[in-house]
């Protein structure tokens, strides 16, 4: 199975106004358009705001709807990593992707 990212669609409204966009999502959009060759490796799914956010409960649970995450395939032992506990399976979110994609899959990294 690839690894797949699930990224949130842009000009959202909500109780608060809008459009919007997601600030963390739009930053791995960045690494993905610096990196084009990481559409490839992974399977990137875009999501509604709105929640429930069925595609990512199915993978890690209820409690870990907030995009982006990307639900690692284990191929890479990743101690940042987090578990689902009610799946299993392990993901990353936010600003925790873009070190791994780096050591996954050989593009640069974010400076310190």
Not at 65 to 82: M, V
């Amino acid at each position: 199975m690839a690894e797949r990212l699930f990224l949130l669609n842009p000009d959202w409204h909500d109780d608060q106004g809008g459009p919007w966009f997601c600030p963390p999502g739009a930053y791995i959009e960045g690494v993905l358009a610096f990196y084009p060759q990481l559409r490839d490796a992974l399977e990137v799914v875009y999501l509604d705001h709105p929640r429930p956010r069925q595609p990512v409960i199915d993978q890690v649970g209820e409690a870990h709807q907030s995009c982006p995450i990307l639900i690692l395939d284990g191929e890479l032992d990743w101690p940042e990593a987090e578990v689902s506990e009610t799946t299993g399976r392990r993901f990353l979110q936010d600003h925790a992707i873009a070190p791994y994609l780096a050591a996954r899959y050989g593009v640069g990294r974010p400076h310190p």
